[in-house]
């Protein structure tokens, strides 16, 4: 497993070795959108990535704004920060605000112009628990800071089974993990899929203020951040508009 000092060094490198190590995969979906044949949708791709951000606050913002300079970097971190916020709102909530910074990319995700097929408001805070996700996690470690079960499952089988084979959307975050050792709260990300160009630097962004957020509210350091991608990939169409 690679590590990173930082943000900013893990992201540069990950672009290198998808550059230089990825496999050209084609596809017949992606989400809910049938691209069988188009080879714009065919993935450059890495199987079953993992590294680890030693600090998990450090270059953050830096990494955004590598891939994104300019205004672009600005309104993804006003996108994040109202995605974060809507995360940690404790309220089920689709479609939620932060979709309108970025509506070119969302729009054609909303269902009848209304919903989304899911959000991770939903996921997080899910009205059919007793309550939400995030708070469960901040209640098992301060309680047991030892725990190995403080998750936050996004991607749930009763829900999405049913949309798989590109029906609608469905999650591709598993789950978040959160470990407390030596007074740190560690930070693992399991993902089934990940876009190197367009997603990863949101994701990464949002999962790492949650875990800022938790070290918070238990009043202890952050520590390791490490990410597991299954497919860890770029669409061919995307690769002229990024620095690569």
Not at 31 to 45: H, L
Request: aromatic share 12%.
């Amino acid at each position: 497993m690679r590590i990173f000092a930082n943000h900013l060094e893990a992201l540069k490198e990950l672009l290198r070795e998808v550059k230089e190590l990825s496999i050209t995969t084609p596809l017949n979906h992606m989400q809910d959108k049938w691209v069988a044949g188009n080879k714009e949708y065919y993935t450059r791709e890495l199987i079953g990535y993992t590294y680890r951000v030693s600090q998990a606050d450090l270059q953050l913002d830096e990494m955004v704004r590598f891939l994104y300079p300019g205004k672009d970097g600005d309104d993804i971190l006003a996108y994040c920060a109202l995605e974060l916020k809507d995360r940690l709102s404790g309220d089920s909530k689709n479609p939620g605000e932060a979709h309108k910074s970025r509506y070119s990319l969302w729009e054609e995700f909303l269902e009848d112009k209304q919903k989304f097929s899911y959000t991770y408001s939903e996921r997080i805070n899910d009205p059919a628990l007793e309550k939400n996700q995030l708070q469960t996690v901040i209640d098992e470690l301060r309680t047991s800071p030892d725990s190995r079960q403080g998750i936050i499952q996004i991607y749930n089988y009763l829900y999405d089974a049913k949309n798989i084979g590109g029906k609608h959307r469905i999650p591709c975050s598993l789950f978040y993990q959160f470990l407390v050792r030596n007074k740190k709260l560690h930070g693992i990300y399991v993902m089934r899929s990940n876009d190197l160009l367009t997603h990863f630097v949101v994701d990464v962004w949002i999962a790492c203020h949650i875990q800022m957020y938790i070290a918070e509210q238990l009043e202890i350091k952050v520590g390791s951040y490490t990410h597991f991608a299954s497919s860890l990939h770029c669409y061919l169409k995307d690769i002229p508009k990024f620095v690569f």
